[in-house]
């Protein structure tokens, strides 16, 4: 690994099928689901390309061609909004495609977000990463992804973000368990579960998708063994990591405490989209006001 060179690539996983959302998403990626006016996952490639990384690779999959062709040009509907005068649309289409360039591999089979990252393994080489899951989306007023790579170049490991949860939810996470670091905002990450019972987590960490990762990880993946429904798991190659003394070893934590809205289920998603809507000048007021009359 290069020492002191800024960490430009991104891999973005968008290989999953989307299942918990049919019938919507039988014939479009769940990635591709509006978040107010605009797909989940451009909110997702905003972020990587406003954190300074300029080399972002997709993992993508079958029936996965809509997220493509999103970031592409569309010459057709950008010489017909221009004719119409309808400039502010326009410079929206525009600046979708404007956000690469993407590159984009397809995961051939569905064995995991661990195995999702490994396939980003030739396009990545020899340079500390980040990975961005769609399901996550953080504001773009915080800075959670700058705070992970500054800690990553300073630690020469792995990092994850974490976020405290209510005790009684984090079975529905990766759980983190961790150590202070003198001196330090970050903590240090001993061990990691999968979704751990409430008597079991050693916290109330959780793990969401957000990575900053050392290229060590490569080779632990390849000799991570499948878990349960056949997949390897991101989870179980950190949890190596954590505990190696080698290069790239040693795993980090950045626990974030901004704002953040999760689309991974339907309720969830349906409150980022009131989350986000309300806060947009163009309407947000009159959303608020409607909200406050619809619940009363």
């Known amino acids: 690994m290069t020492l002191g060179k800024p960490l430009t690539k991104a891999v973005i996983p968008a290989a999953g099928l989307g299942t918990r959302f049919l019938p919507a998403t039988k014939a479009m990626p769940k990635e591709m689901l509006p978040v107010v006016d605009q797909p989940a996952i451009q909110y997702v490639v905003e972020e990587a390309v406003n954190a300074g ?6 993992i993508t999959g079958r029936q996965k061609r809509a997220l493509e062709d999103h ?8 010489r017909a909004l221009e004719a119409k005068g309808d400039f502010d649309r326009l410079e929206a289409v525009q600046h979708a495609s404007g956000l690469g360039p993407l590159h984009f591999v397809r995961q051939g089979d569905p064995k995991g977000l661990g195995h999702a990252v490994l396939c980003a393994r030739q396009h990545v080489g020899d340079e500390p990463f980040a990975v961005l899951l769609g399901d996550d989306l953080i504001d773009e007023r915080d800075q ?3 705070s992970m790579i500054e800690v990553q170049a300073r630690t020469g490991g792995s990092v994850v973000a974490l976020i405290e949860v209510d ?15 003198d001196g330090e905002d970050h903590v240090r990450v001993n061990g990691l579960v999968e979704k751990p019972s409430v008597a079991d987590a050693p916290s109330n960490l959780a793990v969401i998708g957000r990575y900053v990762l050392h290229p060590a990880v490569f080779d632990v993946l390849e000799d991570t063994p499948p878990g349960r429904g056949g997949e390897i798991k991101l989870t179980d190659a950190l949890q190596t990591l954590a505990t190696s003394d080698g290069e790239g070893g040693g795993v980090y934590g950045v626990i ?5 809205y999760d689309t991974g289920d339907k309720l969830s998603y349906l409150k980022a989209v009131i989350s986000i809507a309300s806060e947009r000048v163009d309407f947000g007021e009159d959303l608020k006001t409607w909200m406050k009359a619809f619940v009363s």
């Open 167 to 181: 005790p009684a939810q984090i079975s529905a996470y990766g759980c983190a368990d961790v150590s202070a670091v």
């Open 144 to 146: 959670l992804l700058r």
């Open 53 to 58: 990384l300029s080399d972002l690779l997709m």
């Open 256 to 260: 974030f405490k901004g704002r953040r």
């Open 71 to 78: 970031f592409d040009r569309e010459p057709n509907l950008e």
